[in-house]
Every structure is written in C-alpha cells, then in structure tokens.
C-alpha cells in the first residue's frame, strides 16, 4: 500500500518529474562495477512490442518513449524544462501567432544536415490525408492544417508552415496557443527526410535500417518482439552531453519475468509487480510516480447487433456498479488513484491546477449499487429489454497479466451487482491497437497519457471524426466547445468550455473513467540523471550516466 509519506511528495513529482540518482538497491546491484570499465550501458524492459517508429503514424507509449531518445524536435522537453533541440533560437511575434526557428548545424545519422525542408515535410506530411495520421489533429492549429487535412483545401503550401531557407523555419498558428513549444517536442513533429522517406516507401520505419535519426542515440538492432537495442549517435550536435553508450531495451510482457530480470541484474529499473510492492517497499527500495496514464472503459456505440452499448443509461449502470478503489486494492496492492472525472487532475488551469480550479466528480470511488440499478433499470426500458443478463458485451483488453486480473474484476463486479454478462478477450498491445483502430470490439479497456500540459490533450480526442475517437460518438454541441477552446484568445473563456465539454463527455459520452495510473518502480543506485515522466516519455535517460 502506498505510504502517506510518499503522497505527499507525488504532487511535486508531478509538476517537476523526477531526477533519480536511482538508489536504495539490494546487494545483487553492486554487480554493475564491471560494466563501468568499458562503455557505459543501461538495460531496461518494456511490456509490448513497438508498432510503429514512423514519426508521423505512432501513437503509442513505448514509440514515444523510443522515439524522444532516437529523435529531436525543434525544441526538447527535459525534466519539465522546454531548451532548444533543432532550433537554436526561436522568435514569437507579439500576437503571439507566428513563429521563426532557427536551426543548428545537426546532421542526420547518415550524415547529411538537418534542414528546415525536413522540418516542412514532416508536418505537411502529418497533415497529408494519404498519411492517415492519428494525431494530424495535433497540427490543425497551424494556418489550414485542418483545412488540408480533411480535403477542403489541396494545396499543401497553403498550409502555415514553410522553409525560408536550408535553416529556417516559420509556423503561423490560427490564434495564440500558450503550450506550443512543449507541443512541438511531441514525436508527431519529429523531422523526417524526403529523399529517405521516399526511396523507403512502404519499408519506412519497418527496420531499425529503415529509419535516420538526429537524436541523442540510434536504433542499432531492432529484433521485433524482442528487443531493441540504441546506441549513442556519433553525429548528434550535443554528443558530448551523452554518457550513455548503449541502451538494451528488451521486450517482456510477463511482469514477473521482467522483476526477476532486474533482481538478477540484468536490467536498471523496472515496475514493482503489484504483490511485491509491500515487500520491496518496506526494504527501502520502492519509489512512486504517477505516469499521466488514464485508464477507462471505451464503448463501441456503432456496434451492430448490440443497442445497450450506445445507450447512456447502460454505460453509466456501468460505470456506477465498479468499485475503483476496491479495484486498486485488489489488483495494484493500492498504487494508483481511483479516477472520478475524466481529465487529470494535476494538469495545468490558469493558475493553479485544473482540478483545484474546477472541482468535479461525477463517478463515485466506490460502486454506487443503487445508483447503477437505477441507470440499468432506466436502459431496460428504453431498450424493451427485461433480462439484464441479454445486455451481454465482449470486453477487449490486453495480454498481461494485470490486464487479465483487472479484466476479471470488473467481470465480477458488473455480475455481481447488476446481473450482466461480459465475456473477455485478450490480445497482444499492438493488436488491441488495430482492433481499436478498426473499431471491431464492443468494449475495450484503454489508456491514454498526457502529449502536453493541458486538458484539451485529454479532451480533443473524442470530437466527431477525430483521429483517435474509435467509439463512433458524436456529439454536436461537444464538438462546439472544442472548437471555441481551440480558437478564443480569451484563455478564461476557454477554460470553462474545456471544462462543460469535460462534463459533457463523462456524463452523455461514450467513456468511463476508472482510475488514474500510479507507477510503483525501483532502480539500480549506480544510474545518474534519470527522470521520469507523467507527460511524453516515461523514462527520460538522454543525460543520464551511470557510476
């Protein structure tokens, strides 16, 4: 169970990341002494394959984390700091509108410069309709980035964003967006080269010799379903800056395997599993942070065959009848928050957070059974239905073993307290990925993590037609409140709009919110520098050193 002590520190962590000079190991840790007399080396695991590094179609968790470490945006976000990356200097005109980046000399890994041009592609090619980028939302606050995105225009040099020159760069917004630099380190706005992109072709960013890089390191070796292998890149402008040589980063979607692996030393941190958590907290060797992750039920409201799953009543029958805490408790041993509205509460607001700003709780910590018979009973007789025990769903979910667990959860919970069926399928991380994509499910458990310090990263998602918005939900009046929060320069007006399309999501749309991800982790004393993340990549190791 996390300690009262510890909650304490988590607000700031949040806020700040965390710089670990990792610590508090067990004696098996002193084995690193041999590694420090030739290259200096990191090993760490992930839970899934990677599916995609191209730049411009990833969206993921794990492609973010590799993809901060292998490429460079204009600018880079370290430890919550925005510094110059690509762009050595920048100007911001006084409507804050129009930005000039003025590029280093930095070379690709083969070599050749980086280029405004590649920066000019990049973003026209993520708001290419024939790209079918997910996140090509991301660039609509660019001069005609919506407008070429969805076919209203076809020139692609009417959109804001274009190369004066081999090392300039101009952006023109549509109005004044407060987080845009941090935005421009997110992995959709990674430079890509033409010539490479083009002689790729469908091959790009299959291989690990499919991809150039100009960050920090290169992908050497990429053994698909694995292990993926980075080492430091010989070519990137700040190289001396780099201590680490390699990065082992291996492919283990068994959370025990995984802890075992670190407790012989073959790896530098890794998740705490959830019943060891206790143990390994209690010998002084357990940290938390919360990663930005939401997790929630996402419903398929166009699913033939199966009317309860479009019906407002149903889901929130649903969402009434789980106990979050009592879920928490029995899955992750207590590490993790129950989620009671949908956008993270330690976002940015105006001045303070959102949450302090604009309190708000629809769900309840634990199961409201009155409550959820309520809204069932209500669904019934809209639906002519008299057996809730018919309103039967498949619910997707991943292969993992805390997937399965939670999966049987909520199995228990919504037989139990209202009589319904739920079957379960679990499928490998990328697959669950393109079922989404493909909208073939009737319910999936999702997660989602923060791009930017912001709620519209958390909110944007779910506008008609929107990239990630796999439900099939529209709704006219939500789209609306976007639009004005992504338009008013007037920024307490946008707040109160981001917040009604907040409650308008969880109370009419197509989600339920379940808890907001705690990591409990540990790591080995002799790895410097390292910070965690709760927006972007988790783990942040491109200064990080070993001893």
Same mark, same amino acid.
């Given at each position: 169970m996390l300690k009262k002590s510890i909650a304490i520190a988590l607000a700031l962590l949040l806020v700040m990341g965390m710089l670990a000079g990792c610590g508090q190991q067990s004696g098996q840790q002193?084995?690193?002494? $041999?590694? $420090?007399?030739?290259p200096k080396e990191i090993a760490f695991t +992930? @839970?899934?394959?990677?599916? @995609?590094?191209?730049?411009?179609k990833a969206t993921d968790t794990y492609a973010i984390l590799v993809g901060h470490h292998i490429f460079e945006g204009l600018v880079r976000v370290h430890n919550g700091e925005i510094k110059p990356g690509m762009a050595e200097t920048w100007e911001i005109s006084d409507d804050k509108t129009t930005y000039t980046f003025h590029l280093r000399d930095a070379k690709w890994s083969d070599g050749k410069p980086v280029t405004a041009y590649d920066f000019e592609y990049a973003i026209k090619r993520l708001l290419d309709p024939n790209t079918a980028s997910e996140y090509a939302f991301q660039g609509y606050y660019i001069v005609n980035g919506e407008e070429y995105n969805t076919g209203k225009i076809t020139d692609p040099d009417q959109i804001g964003v274009k190369a004066l020159d081999e090392k300039t760069l101009q952006i023109k917004l549509k109005t004044p967006v407060k987080y845009f630099l941090s935005l421009l380190n997110f992995i959709s706005f990674y430079p890509v080269r033409q010539d490479f992109v083009e002689e790729m072709g469908e091959k790009f960013a299959a291989d690990a010799d499919k991809l150039l890089y100009n960050g920090p390191f290169i992908l050497k070796e990429w053994k698909h379903e694995q292990e993926l292998v980075l080492e430091k890149n010989p070519n990137y402008w700040d190289k001396d800056s +780099? =201590? +680490?040589d390699k990065v082992t980063i291996y492919i283990v979607n068994d959370? =025990?395997?995984?802890?075992?692996?670190? $407790?012989n030393g073959e790896t530098d941190w890794e998740f705490i599993p959830a019943e060891l958590v206790e143990q390994v907290d209690s010998e002084g060797r357990a940290m938390y942070f919360y990663d930005g992750s939401e997790f929630y039920l996402q419903f398929n409201v166009k699913r033939e065959g199966k009317p309860w799953l479009a019906n407002e009543n149903f889901q929130r029958a649903v969402g009434f009848a789980i106990d979050r805490e009592a879920l928490i408790k029995a899955v992750m041993k207590g590490v993790s928050e129950p989620a009671t509205r949908y956008v993270l509460p330690q976002l940015e607001g105006l001045e303070k957070t959102f949450a302090e700003e604009y309190p708000y709780e629809f769900y309840s910590k634990n199961a409201d059974v009155d409550k959820a018979k309520e809204y069932l009973q209500k669904a019934m007789q809209e639906l002519g239905i008299s057996d809730p025990s018919k309103m039967t769903f498949e619910y997707l979910t991943d292969d993992t073993q805390r997937a399965k667990l939670t999966a049987e959860f909520i199995q228990d919970q919504l037989e139990k307290n209202l009589g319904i069926k739920m079957t379960v399928k679990q499928v490998p991380f990328k697959q669950r990925l393109e079922l989404m994509t493909k909208m073939d499910y009737d319910v999936v458990f999702a997660g989602w993590g923060p791009d930017y310090n912001d709620p519209m990263t958390y909110l944007d998602l779910w506008v008609t037609g929107g990239g990630h918005n796999d439900t099939g939900w529209s709704n006219k009046e939500y789209d609306e409140l976007i639009q *004005?929060?992504?338009?008013?320069?007037? *920024?307490?007006?946008?707040a109160d709009a981001l917040f009604e399309a907040e409650k308008l999501l969880v109370e009419h749309g197509p989600i339920i919110p379940i808890? *907001?991800?705690?990591?409990?982790? @540990?790591?080995?004393d002799r790895v410097k520098g390292l910070v965690t993340n709760f927006i972007g990549a988790t783990f942040d190791f491109v200064y990080a050193d070993v001893e």
């Open positions: 002193q084995q690193g002494g $041999e590694k $420090e007399q030739g +992930i @839970s899934a394959e990677v599916p @995609s590094l191209d730049p411009q +780099i =201590n +680490i959370a =025990n395997t995984a802890w075992q692996m670190y $407790e *004005f929060a992504k338009t008013t320069t007037d *920024f307490k007006a946008r808890y *907001f991800r705690q990591r409990a982790w @540990s790591c080995n």
